[in-house]
């Protein structure tokens, strides 16, 4: 079966601090996908990474960065120097079926403060 | 590019009364999935579409939920009788094709309330 666990339900930081977002997921396939999406209060899930389970490189976007471990099935999500405007849910998603079904963690409310 | 298109934004019904939500995907998308998002909770994939053919439905309470794509392109989603537990936003996302691992597009949902 898979499975995606977000154990941090909220997290409430101060602008500017760094913040990171856990997530572990379950699959007994070789071949899967791992999202993170963004959902602001207009509700539109926002796209933000993928990775795929053969490429364990860590990603940096911008104040955005991304740890994969294969080792431990998480995949962490990074938000350095944090703005208000990254308030929101974020969810991360897992792809490991042939017809592309995302399965969603419980999503993680991330509250940014001035 | 437009995105995904969903209509309408909010609808309030009575229990037992039916509903119809109305998606067009992104030009071009082959897949198109309906994903129910209750409060707190991530979404949940309802049913799948590749073209106008289902891929995946093994969540859809079909006692109650329909959907349909005629033509491959928009798709509306359907619930007769609608039951408190059925409060939810529902999520369009459409993507190029259905293999594994596509980025899916969504729409900002239409959020339902059943009284």
Redesign the interface.
Known sequence: AQKVTQAQTEISVVEKEDVTLDCVYETRDTTYYLFWYKQPPSGELVFLIRRNSFDEQNEISGRYSWNFQKSTSSFNFTITASQVVDSAVYFCALSSSNTGKLIFGQGTTLQVKP | EA?VAQSPRYKIIEKRQSVAFWCNPISGHA?L?W?QQIL??????LI?FQNNGV??DSQLPKDRFSAERLKGVDSTLKIQPAKLEDSA?Y?C?S?L?????????????T?LTVV
């Open positions: 995105g897949t999935y994903y707190g909770q991530g979404p949940k994939l799948q891929v995946d936003v999520l996302a993507s094709a259905s293999q594994i691992g596509p980025e899916a597009f969504f729409g900002q949902g959020r």
